[in-house]
C-alpha cells in the first residue's frame, strides 16, 4: 500500500524532471533536421530556473484568475499522472480514482482556466489566441469522445490500465482495425493539443499567427515559469498515455520493487525518444495549415476515429 | 494451418479493411486531384493485400490471382493512361471544387457507412459463417462512398475516380463472398475499367478542349437552358 503510495509519487517526479528534457531534445532535433545548432538539450531547465528567479510583474486590472492560473495549470498534468500508466503496467495507488474521460476533462480544466487568464488582462493578443485555441478545443472534443467510446467500446473499460492489457493479449489483437484507427486518430488529436505543426507553429513568435503561445503572453516570472512547465508536462503526459496505453505497451515495469520500477525510466525515455522521432518528421514535412483548415484536419481525425469505431462494430 | 496464424491473418485483413474504409472517405474529401488519384492507388494496393490475405487464410490460388490483377492494373495501368489521355492541367492545380464544403460531405458519407451496416447485415446472414468477416459491410460501405464521390465531384478526375472506388468496393464485397471467384471474370472486368478510364480521359481531353475547363459540374446549366426554353414552347 505504502509502496503503491511511493511508486505513484516516483511517476509524479519523473514526468515533473523528464518533462522539459523531452521538449527540448524535440526542439533540438528539429534544428539539427533543418541544419541549424540550435540551443543544448538543457535549454529548458535553464529557461525555468531564470525565470524562477526573475521578478514577476502582474497588470493592477487583473482579477484573481490570473493570479490563480499558473497553479492550475501547473497541478492538471500532475494529477492526470496519478491515473495513467507511465512507469508500471499494474495499477497504482490512485489508479481507480479516474479513467481515461476524468483525465481529458482534468487536462481540460487546465486549458479553460489558461484561456480565462489569457482575456482577464486585456491585452489583444491573448484574447485572439484564446477563441483560436476554444476552437481548436470544441473541435477536437468530439474525436477525444469517439476515442473513448471506441476504446471502451472495445476494451470493456475505460481505465488505462486495463485498455493496455486489451492489445497485446493475444498479440493479433495489435492489428485490429480499431486499434490502428485508434492511434493514428489519437496522434492527429495529439498535434491539435499539443499546437504541434500542421495545427499551430511553436516555434512561431508572430503574435497574430499565435494560438497556443499567446496564452501566456503577459506572465512573467515565477507565474511564466510554471505556465511553460505545465505545457511541456501536458505534452509529455499526453506521450505517455499515447505510448503506454496505445502504441507501445511494453516496457514497463511489472515487479513490485522500486529496482524494476526504476528500470523502466529508461525504457519510457526511449519509447518517448522515438516517439519525437516522428514528430520532427511530421513537423519538418508539414506547413502550418490555414485557421479555417484546421476544422478539415480535426474532421479527418474525427472520421479517422468513427471508422475506427465502424470497423470494429463490422468485425463483430 | 494454427488457430493463432489463422487470427493473426483474419486481423490483418480486418485491419486492411479499415484502411480501406478509410482511404473511401479520403477519396470524398480530398482537394487535389492529384491527391484523390494517389489515394485510389492505395486503395487498391489495400484491395490486393485483402485478396492475398483471405488467398493465403482459405488457401485459394483464385484470390492469389485476383490480388495480382489488381496490382498490375489499377496502381500502375489506369495511372498511366489517365497521364496519356487527360489534360496536365488539371495535375498541376491546387484545389478542385465540390458541390458542397467538405465537412458536410464528410458527416453525410459517415451516416452512409452506417447505412452499409445494415445493408451488409442480411446479405451477412445469407453467406455461410466462415464467409462472414469484415469485408461484406466495408466493400457495401465503398460502393456506396463511391457513389456518393460521383454525386459531390465536379470535377472530371476525381468523378473518374469515384467510379472506380465504386468497382474496388464491390470487389472487396466479392471477393469475401466467393471464394473461388474465377480468374477470368477478374480479367474482364479489369479490362473494362481500363476501357473506362480510356474513354473518360479522351472524354475530358475532348471537353476540356471545347470549353476550356475540366469542371463538369458547372456544365449543368449550358445544357439545360435550351432544353427549358424549348419545353416552355411546348406548355405554350
Known amino acids: 500500500m505504502t509502496r503503491k503510495i511511493i511508486f505513484n509519487l516516483i511517476q509524479v517526479l519523473v514526468v515533473m524532471v523528464f518533462a522539459p528534457l523531452a521538449s527540448g531534445l524535440l526542439a533540438r532535433l528539429k534544428e539539427m533536421v533543418q541544419s541549424k545548432r540550435g540551443p543544448s538539450i538543457f535549454q529548458p531547465y535553464r529557461d525555468l530556473w531564470k525565470l524562477f528567479h526573475k521578478d514577476e510583474i502582474i497588470s493592477e486590472d487583473s482579477s484573481w484568475i490570473f493570479r490563480f492560473t499558473p497553479y492550475i495549470v501547473f497541478v492538471t498534468p500532475v494529477f492526470v499522472t496519478l491515473l495513467i500508466p507511465v512507469l508500471t503496467n499494474y495499477p497504482l495507488f490512485f489508479a481507480f480514482m479516474g479513467d481515461m474521460i476524468a483525465g481529458g476533462f482534468v487536462l481540460a480544466l487546465g486549458g479553460f482556466f489558461a484561456t480565462l487568464a489569457a482575456i482577464d488582462t486585456a491585452n489583444p493578443y491573448g484574447p485572439v489566441g484564446a477563441s483560436r485555441t476554444r476552437m481548436v478545443g470544441f473541435l477536437a472534443e468530439p474525436v477525444f469522445m469517439i476515442v473513448f467510446f471506441t476504446v471502451s467500446f472495445v476494451a470493456g473499460s475505460t481505465i488505462p490500465y486495463i485498455v493496455q492489457e486489451k492489445w497485446v493479449s493475444p498479440l493479433s489483437n495489435f492489428f485490429l482495425p480499431s486499434h490502428v484507427l485508434l492511434v493514428l486518430a489519437f496522434l492527429m488529436l495529439i498535434l491539435a493539443e499539443g499546437g504541434r505543426i500542421p495545427v499551430d507553429n511553436p516555434a512561431g513568435h508572430f503574435e497574430l499567427a499565435m494560438i497556443d503561445e499567446s496564452k501566456s503572453l503577459e506572465y512573467s516570472g515565477r507565474g511564466f515559469a510554471l505556465m511553460k512547465w505545465g505545457g511541456y508536462m501536458k505534452m509529455f503526459v499526453l506521450m505517455c498515455i499515447f505510448l503506454n496505453v496505445l502504441v507501445t505497451p511494453w516496457g514497463m515495469a511489472s515487479g513490485q520493487t ?12 526511449f519509447k518517448i525518444f522515438c516517439f519525437l522521432l516522428v514528430l520532427v518528421v511530421i513537423e519538418s514535412s508539414f506547413s502550418k495549415l490555414r485557421l479555417f483548415r484546421i476544422s478539415e484536419f480535426l474532421g479527418a481525425a474525427f472520421i479517422t476515429s468513427v471508422a475506427a469505431m465502424i470497423a470494429q462494430v463490422f468485425l463483430t | 494451418m494454427s488457430d493463432t496464424t489463422n487470427q493473426l491473418l483474419s486481423n490483418l485483413n480486418a485491419l486492411v479493411t479499415g484502411l480501406f474504409l478509410l482511404t473511401a472517405f479520403g477519396i470524398v474529401a480530398m482537394r ?23 488467398g493465403l487464410r482459405y488457401q485459394s490460388v483464385d484470390l492469389y490471382g485476383v490480388a495480382l490483377v489488381n496490382v498490375i492494373s489499377k496502381p500502375v495501368v489506369v495511372p498511366w493512361l489517365l497521364r496519356r489521355t487527360s489534360p496536365a492541367e488539371i495535375y498541376t492545380r491546387r484545389e478542385v471544387d465540390q458541390a458542397l464544403n467538405i465537412p458536410t460531405a464528410l458527416l453525410i458519407a459517415l451516416a452512409l457507412a452506417i447505412l452499409a451496416y445494415f445493408l451488409g447485415l442480411p446479405l451477412l446472414k445469407a453467406v455461410a459463417p466462415e464467409f462472414r468477416g469484415p469485408n461484406v459491410p466495408i466493400g457495401i460501405a465503398g460502393l456506396l462512398l463511391g457513389a456518393f464521390t460521383l454525386t459531390v465531384r465536379r470535377e472530371a478526375i476525381p468523378l473518374l475516380i469515384g467510379l472506380l472506388a465504386m468497382e474496388n468496393g464491390a470487389f472487396l464485397c466479392g471477393i469475401a463472398v466467393s471464394r473461388n471467384l474465377p480468374l477470368l471474370i477478374e480479367l474482364a472486368i479489369a479490362t473494362d475499367g481500363l476501357i473506362i478510364v480510356f ?3 479522351v472524354l475530358t481531353r475532348t471537353v476540356q478542349k471545347q470549353i476550356g475547363t475540366t469542371a463538369v459540374g458547372e456544365l449543368a446549366a449550358l445544357k439545360e437552358a435550351p432544353v427549358r426554353s424549348a419545353q416552355r414552347e411546348e406548355t405554350k
Open chain 2, 199 to 201: 474513354i473518360m480521359g
Open chain 2, 32 to 54: 487535389q486531384a492529384r491527391g484523390c488519384l494517389n489515394l485510389f492507388i492505395v486503395q487498391s494496393l489495400l484491395l490486393a493485400a485483402s485478396a492475398a490475405l483471405l
Open chain 1, 258 to 269: 522500486v529496482g524494476a520500477v526504476l528500470l523502466a525510466i529508461p525504457y519510457l525515455l
